[in-house]
């Protein structure tokens, strides 16, 4: 038993070392060009036909309308924060053998990178570094989400589409979570230009929150959404998890199992759906 909690020392200290180092690069720290002006500002939605298509499909751009007034609780700042840390760290263990297996399969399907990473908006907006195992083809154009993509389906590879059905592409963020950009519970992280779904959880102050693993709203529907019920259901989160206490652990809790069900029978995934019907 001592030998067993030696172990898990050296590795965890290993983790967290790594993490404070990486932390920076994750954010942005030291690129300005790549920082969000956006960030800790709130903002709307303001169409207009000159500017290009956006990733959720529309022309237009986010406008400054004032200033982020939010301060976390001590729920959201201690307690979620503590229960991330200890549960990433068993995920990153645990799950070592299905990261393995994973990087493997993805290296024999279609040769290239495992892991891909890409800008998404996390607490405030900032802008962060999301990871994910790589379920489709070298050759698919960056930054463009997939329901965005002409045919969406021939630029999956197979192992991505087994991964994508069950969400095991989405565990590299479990190191997203341990390093503090993301929690466990928690809205979706957007792209850093989906402009519209940024607007729209303004309205509802789901941009206060960190995104995470899983949420309400994935618990129902998932990629079927809306963009305004999408928006509507993390702002439902938000408000839970503002309101701080036991209730917000409560509800955690109940996104935690729901995500368990929702995963087990694959419900709400639409390859290249928007949600629209």
């Known amino acids: 038993m001592i030998i067993v909690w030696f172990a898990a020392s050296i590795v965890l200290g290993t983790l967290i070392i790594t ?31 000159k500017d290009e298509e956006n990733a959720d499909g529309e022309r237009g751009h986010l406008e400054t309308v004032g200033n982020v007034s939010y301060r976390p609780r001590i729920y959201d700042r201690y307690v979620k924060r503590l229960i991330d840390i200890v549960l990433s760290f068993i995920g990153l263990i645990v799950l070592s053998p299905v990261y393995f297996c994973f990087a493997i399969a993805i290296r024999i399907d279609d040769p290239g990178p495992v892991l891909f990473t890409q800008k998404r908006i996390g607490r405030n907006k900032q802008y962060f ?31 991505g589409s087994f ?32 402009d519209v779904l940024t607007a729209e959880r303004e309205k509802w ?20 959404l809306e ?43 639409v390859e290249g759906g928007t949600g629209k019907k």
Request: net charge positive.
């Open 205 to 224: 102050g789901a941009n206060d929150i960190k995104p995470g693993l899983t949420g309400w709203a994935q618990i129902n529907g998932r990629d079927e």
């Open 19 to 49: 993490a404070i180092n990486k932390k920076k690069d994750s954010v942005y720290i030291n690129d300005i060009s790549q920082q969000n002006p956006l960030e800790n500002k709130k903002v709307v939605f303001v169409e207009d036909v």
């Open 129 to 159: 570094k999301l990871h994910k195992f790589r379920t489709m083809k070298m050759s698919t154009p960056h930054d463009t989400p997939t329901h965005m993509l002409n045919n969406p389906n021939q630029y999956i590879t197979n192992v």
């Open 163 to 194: 991964a994508r059905r069950h969400s095991i592409d989405e565990l590299p963020q479990i190191w997203d979570i341990f390093i503090g950009n993301m929690s466990i519970i928690g809205p979706r992280p957007a792209l850093w230009n989906q």
């Open 227 to 269: 963009i305004p019920v999408k928006a509507k259901l993390d702002g439902e989160y938000s408000e839970k998890l503002k309101a701080g206490g036991f209730m917000a652990f409560a509800f955690d809790c109940k996104c935690f199992i729901g995500t368990i069900f929702s995963v087990m029978k694959g419900e709400g995934v």
